[in-house]
C-alpha cells in the first residue's frame, strides 16, 4: 500500500494506479477504523479495480466544545489493517493540505442537512459536504463508499453529489452491529464497560418502535414513549428519535410510506447514532 500526504504526490500516484487499474473506489474516513470501516473497504475492493482509503479527521466539520481533540487516533494500526486488507493508497493528507491559508469556501446543502444532527451540531454537514467535495475532486473516483450507519450524513453527500455534478457512483453500505446490536462506531471507544452494556439499549429501543409503527401504532406516542424508555435506560439526553422520509428525510407523523427511524441519544460524554428502516 502505498502512504501519500501532499497533493502534488497524490496525483502522480493516482495516474500510475489509473494505468493498471481502471476503476477506483474511495473509501473516506476520520481513521480509528474498526470492523464497519473495513466492511466498507472490503465492498470497495468487491466493485472496484483499485481502493484508496482516506483519512483525515476533518476539523471544519466539529463544532466548539465537541470532540476534536479527543476524537480517537491510532495511525499506525489504521495502516496496518489497510495494509493487510489490500488497498492500494492510503490519502492522508496534514490539515494545511487541505485547508492551506486563505480557504473561504464553504459547502452548504439545503433540505437533507436541516434537523437530526444537523439541527444538533450546526455546521456539520458543512464541513462534511466541503471536505467530501474535495476528497471527491483530489481522487476523482469511479465510485464513493459511506455508512449507512450516519444516514442523514449519506442523504447530504448524495445531494451534494447531485447538485454539484460528481457523476461517480455513491455506494451506501448497510451498518455494521456488534453481536447485542450496537452499530460499530469509533465513538464506542469513549464507553466505560457499564456503559458499553446500557448502550445496546438503543438499537432494541429502536427495532421495538420499527415494529409498533409497522403494526399501525401512533408514531408521536410511540416516539414519545421510546424517548423516555432510553432515558430509564441510562441515556441521560435524548438529541432525537425520529421518523423520517426514506428518502427526502422530511418528517413522518404517520408511517404510509418508506421510512427511516433515526436516532441519537448521549451516554456519559459520548453521543451516539443509530438508524434503521421501517418498511
Ligand atoms: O463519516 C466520516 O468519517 C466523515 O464524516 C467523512 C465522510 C470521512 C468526512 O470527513
Known amino acids: 500500500m502505498q ?3 501532499q497533493l502534488a504526490p497524490l496525483r502522480e500516484t493516482l495516474e500510475d494506479i489509473r494505468e493498471r487499474k481502471p476503476r477506483l473506489g474511495l473509501v473516506p474516513t476520520m ?4 470492523a464497519g470501516h473495513m466492511h466498507l473497504v472490503e465492498t470497495a475492493l468487491e466493485q472496484c479495480d483499485a481502493v484508496v482509503v482516506s483519512i483525515f479527521v476533518n476539523p471544519t466539520q466539529f463544532g466548539e466544545g465537541e ?8 495511525e499506525a494500526q489504521d495502516r496496518a489493517l489497510l495494509n493487510a486488507a489490500g488497498v492500494d493508497l492510503l490519502w492522508s493528507p496534514p490539515v494545511a493540505a ?33 471536505v467530501v467535495a474535495k476528497l471527491f475532486n483530489q481522487i476523482r473516483p469511479d ?18 453529489a447531485r447538485d454539484l455534478d460528481f457523476t461517480h457512483d455513491i455506494v451506501g453500505v448497510p451498518t455494521v452491529r456488534d453481536k447485542d446490536g450496537l452499530a460499530l462506531s469509533s465513538r464506542n471507544a469513549f464507553l466505560t464497560a457499564e456503559q458499553r452494556v446500557q448502550a445496546a ?9 420499527a415494529e409498533a409503527i409497522k403494526i399501525g401504532g401512533d408514531v408521536a406516542t410511540i416516539l414519545r414513549d421510546a424517548k423516555a424508555n432510553l432515558r430509564a435506560s441510562g441515556f441521560h439526553n435524548v438529541d432525537y428519535l425520529e421518523l423520517r422520509d426514506a428518502e427526502t ?31
Open 249 to 279: 428525510l422530511e418528517i413522518m407523523t404517520i408511517f404510509d410510506k418508506s421510512a427511516r427511524l433515526l436516532a441519537a441519544a448521549h451516554i456519559g460524554s459520548t453521543r451516539l447514532i443509530d438508524n434503521i428502516a421501517v418498511s
Open 143 to 160: 465510485a464513493a463508499f459511506f455508512g449507512e450507519k450516519d444516514y442523514q450524513q449519506l442523504a447530504v453527500i448524495r445531494r451534494m
Open 67 to 74: 470532540d476534536l481533540d479527543s476524537y480517537p487516533r491510532q
Open 3 to 5: 502512504i501519500v500526504e
Open 98 to 130: 487541505v485547508y492551506p491559508d486563505g480557504f473561504a469556501t464553504n459547502i452548504s446543502v439545503g433540505g437533507v442537512s436541516t434537523g437530526l444532527c444537523g439541527g444538533a451540531r450546526p455546521g456539520h454537514f458543512d464541513g462534511v459536504a466541503t
Open 201 to 209: 439499549a438503543l438499537p432494541t429501543i429502536m427495532q421495538d418502535v
Open 31 to 34: 481513521g480509528a477504523l474498526h
